[in-house]
């Protein structure tokens, strides 16, 4: 059962690159440290 796949999610592409995660958290955590920075 757990080898079915999910039929609303055929024929779709896989979406984003996988290192596009990455890169927002390390902009997330960029943009909170410069904030942090400049509020002191």
């Known amino acids: ?3 079915e ?3 609303l999610c055929e024929g779709q592409g896989s979406g984003l690159p996988g290192y ?3 890169m927002a958290d390390m902009f ?5 440290f410069f904030v942090l920075m ?3």
């Not at 997330?28 to 909170?32: D, I, Q, S, V």
């Open 20 to 22: 596009f995660g990455t």
């Open 1 to 3: 059962m757990a080898d």
């Open 38 to 40: 400049f509020s002191i």
């Open 5 to 7: 796949v999910c039929p």
């Open 28 to 32: 997330t955590l960029l943009f909170a």
